[in-house]
Antibody, heavy 119, light 111 residues
Framework: EEHLLESGGGLVQPGGSLRLSCAAS????????MSWVRQTPGKGLEWVSA????????FYADSVKGRFTISRDNSKNTLFLQMNSLRADDTAVFYC????????????WGQGTLVTVSS | QSALTQPRSVSGSPGQSVTISCTGT?????????VSWYQQHPGKAPKLMIY???QRPSGVPDRFSGSKSGNTASLTISGLQAADEADYYC???????????FGGGTELTVL
């Protein structure tokens, strides 16, 4: 059974940094692109960033470009999101999501980790 | 403001059908057959219900169906059940620069 488990969320001050992790199991991690998707409390979903299976290609939403960095360690089946210069409007639940090999949709999601940016 | 436009809420009685629309542009919904739909119950992670406009993952009831016309995709749920009450989000591929965009979500109420 496929499983994604996020960790690393918490309370951080504006301007601070946080690193999220997503541990994957139950599938061939390196064969799949992965994404981070966030959800502001009570609001909708927003795609944040994606990385190819090999890690060679990365993509970012304009709202996080230059502040967030996505990476992966295929030897440890783990996805990361380094978040710098955090702002109050980055407060959200962050989900990691697995993309299918052919197509662009997310067939597995983690349970999410809450990031709160506040002084 | 979300990139894709969905109605904020829809409702229906048990057994009835409802359709949720998702309007994008020629740069996303209208240009690619990579529209997906996700169901989210309160406090839970999203669940894939439809992909590639019309395809259902295994385990998703055939009461859920998807379609697309021009820049608008639609999710239809027939034979409404209480368990269908949830938020529904559409999503579309939007090219290698924008990647993917989500709709703002639609709250489905089963009366």
């Amino acid at each position: 059974e496929e499983h994604l488990l996020e960790s690393g969320g918490g309370l951080v001050q504006p301007g601070g940094s946080l690193r999220l992790s997503c541990a994957a199991s139950g599938f061939t991690f390196s064969s799949h692109a992965m994404s981070w998707v966030r959800q502001t409390p009570g609001k909708g979903l927003e795609w944040v960033s994606a990385i190819s299976g090999s890690g060679d290609s990365t993509f970012y939403a304009d709202s996080v470009k230059g502040r967030f960095t996505i990476s992966r360690d295929n030897s440890k089946n783990t996805l990361f999101l380094q978040m710098n210069s955090l702002r109050a409007d980055d407060t959200a639940v962050f989900y990691c999501a697995k993309e299918v090999v052919a197509g662009v949709h997310f067939d597995s999601w983690g349970q999410g980790t809450l990031v709160t940016v506040s002084s | 403001q979300s990139a894709l436009t969905q109605p904020r809420s829809v409702s229906g009685s048990p057994g009835q059908s409802v359709t949720i629309s998702c309007t994008g542009t020629g740069s996303d919904v209208g240009n690619y057959n990579y529209v997906s739909w996700y169901q989210q119950h309160p406090g839970k992670a999203p669940k894939l219900m439809i992909y590639d406009v019309t395809q259902r993952p295994s385990g998703v009831p055939d009461r859920f169906s998807g379609s697309k016309s021009g820049n608008t995709a639609s999710l239809t749920i027939s034979g409404l059940q209480a368990a269908d009450e949830a938020d529904y989000y559409c999503c579309s591929y939007a090219g290698s620069y924008t990647y993917v965009v989500f709709g703002g979500g639609t709250e489905l109420t089963v009366l």
